[in-house]
């Protein structure tokens, strides 16, 4: 299983981001799916999940209004459009299943909300 995080960087507040996870090495689109973050000092938290079919979506209360998760089970890819940012968000993002039960976490993708 490998998971390939993409899309980050350098970002003024209010400034947009598309983020973007490509999975392999197991069936994606028989997993629900969801993006984390973890803050420098922080615990890793949930960010956003979306099922399996995308017909359910939840986001973190920081996070609602301003991202959108999406995903792509055909290109096994999973996509974070995040608005408005803060810089609050600023952090390394990862995508894994929405489980308990999670596999091998990949090398995330930095994001950073600095004027």
């Known amino acids: 299983v490998h998971f390939v995080e993409s899309g980050g960087g350098l970002v003024q507040p209010g400034g947009s981001l598309r983020l973007s996870c490509a999975a392999s090495?197991?069936?994606?689109?028989?997993?629900?799916m969801a993006w984390y973050r973890q803050a420098p000092g922080q615990k890793r938290e949930k960010v956003s999940s979306?099922?399996?079919?995308?017909?359910?979506?939840t986001y973190a209360d920081s996070v609602k209004g301003r991202f959108t998760v999406s995903r792509d089970n055909a290109k096994k890819t999973l996509y974070l459009q995040m608005n408005s940012l803060k810089a609050e968000d600023t952090a390394v993002y990862y995508c894994n299943r929405d489980s308990a039960v999670k596999y091998l976490w990949g090398q995330g993708t930095q994001v950073t909300v600095s004027s």
């Open positions: 090495g197991f069936s994606f689109g028989t997993y629900d």
């Open positions: 979306i099922s399996r079919n995308s017909a359910s979506t």
